[in-house]
């Protein structure tokens, strides 16, 4: 994978897995989170189990949906806002120096 557009990964709200090829040249994934290599900005990070989870290796969340997960099997029953992934908690660390524009608008946050 070369490119990842902006808003590839729009309202995928049903990801339950993300895996990117270790010999990948443009792209790195930490855990649940998948980040350009140089400059370190946010592609895409799933939620698991309403909770996100922003690798400490990222330095930019872009003004871009980036998010998937959020729902599971028990969740497809239950009456959500929207089909934006549900996040119930957000951890970003102290390695993020800037959150683009409406950095936020990507999910429903309780």
Known sequence: MEKIE???????????????????KVYKQDDTCIYESDSKRL?????????LTISEQVKIIPNARTIVGG????DKN?????DYPYIERADIPASVT?????????????
């Open 6 to 24: 902006k808003n590839a990964f729009f309202e995928c709200a049903y990801v339950y897995d993300i895996n990117l090829n270790t010999n990948n």
């Open 71 to 74: 729902f599971d099997e028990n």
């Open 43 to 51: 592609v895409l990070s799933m939620v698991q189990n309403h909770k």
């Open 78 to 82: 239950k009456v959500y806002p929207s």
């Open 98 to 110: 800037t959150l683009e524009g409406f950095w936020d608008s990507f999910c429903e946050t309780n």
